[in-house]
C-alpha cells in the first residue's frame, strides 16, 4: 500500500542553523502539506502546496520557512535559522484533489533545536 | 473562526467495553469532519470522516462517529474496546469549499486495561 515517508525521522541541529526536512508524498498525489506538533500541544497546519506554488501558509509560516518541490517526487520543508521554539514534530501529508479532502500523513520528523 | 474541542485528555477502558471518544466544533459553515489515529511512533491515519452525506460515518477498524448539527458534535464510538485500539485519538476540521487545511483538536489519549 503507498504511504508518505519522511527523513530523518530525528533531526537534531543548533539554533540558527539551517534544516531541511524532506517528504516523499504518495506518488500519484498533487496535494502537499506540512504540518508541526510542537510537545503536548494540538497539530497545527503549517502550509499547503499544489501546482508548484504555496496555496495557503498559516502565521506560524513566516519568512524563515519554505517549501519545494525539486522533482517529481520530493517535497521538503527548509526552516533557514532554527530557533529553540521550532523544536516540534513536523508532519508531511498529501492529497489526491481537494474534493476528497483526505490527508494521507507520513510518520514525521521530531526535529531537536539546541 | 473554525476549532475543535475534545474532552479527555486521556480516556481509559476495559477490553470489551465501549469507546467514546468526544468532539465538538464550532465553525460558520457547514465542515468536513474527519478522526485520525496515530500509533506509537507512526503518522496520523485516518478513521473516517464526513463530508455532507450520511450523518453516521462508518470507518475502519469497527469504529463509527455520527454528526449531529443540533449538538455541534461528532462523538467517536466502538462497541467493544480491542487492546490493539490504545492510540491517540484526533478530531479534525475543515470548513468545506475554502480550503484544504485540517484543523485539528487537542487529541484523546486511549488506554485500554485487559
Known amino acids: 500500500e503507498p504511504e508518505v515517508t519522511q527523513t530523518p525521522s530525528h533531526q537534531v541541529t543548533q539554533m540558527g542553523q539551517e534544516v531541511i526536512l524532506r517528504c516523499v508524498p504518495i506518488?500519484?498525489?498533487?496535494?502537499f502539506y506540512w504540518y508541526r506538533q510542537i510537545l503536548g500541544q494540538k497539530v497545527e497546519f503549517l502550509v499547503s502546496f499544489y501546482n508548484n506554488e504555496i496555496s495557503e501558509k498559516s502565521e506560524i509560516f513566516d519568512d524563515q520557512f519554505s517549501v519545494e518541490r525539486p522533482d517529481g517526487s520530493n517535497f521538503t520543508l527548509k526552516i533557514r535559522s532554527t530557533k529553540l521554539e521550532d523544536s516540534a514534530m513536523y508532519f508531511c501529508a498529501s492529497g489526491r484533489d481537494s474534493g476528497n479532502y483526505e490527508q494521507f500523513f507520513g510518520p514525521g520528523t521530531r526535529l531537536t533545536v539546541l | 473562526a473554525q476549532s475543535v474541542t475534545q474532552l479527555g485528555s486521556h480516556v481509559s477502558v476495559s477490553e470489551g467495553a465501549l469507546v467514546l471518544l468526544r468532539c465538538n466544533y464550532s465553525?460558520?459553515?457547514?465542515?468536513?469532519l474527519f478522526w485520525y489515529v496515530q500509533y506509537p511512533n507512526q503518522g496520523l491515519q485516518l478513521l473516517l470522516k464526513y463530508t455532507s452525506a450520511a450523518t453516521l460515518v462508518k470507518g475502519i477498524n469497527g469504529f463509527e462517529a455520527e454528526f449531529k448539527k443540533s449538538e455541534t458534535s461528532f462523538h467517536l464510538t466502538k462497541p467493544s474496546a480491542h487492546m490493539s485500539d490504545a492510540a491517540e485519538y484526533f478530531c479534525?476540521?475543515?470548513?468545506?469549499?475554502?480550503?484544504?487545511?485540517?484543523?485539528f483538536g487537542t487529541g484523546t489519549l486511549l488506554a485500554v486495561q485487559p
Open positions: 479534525a476540521v475543515t470548513p468545506s469549499g475554502a480550503t484544504n487545511k485540517l484543523i
Open positions: 465553525s460558520s459553515v457547514p465542515p468536513y
Open positions: 506518488s500519484n498525489h498533487l496535494y
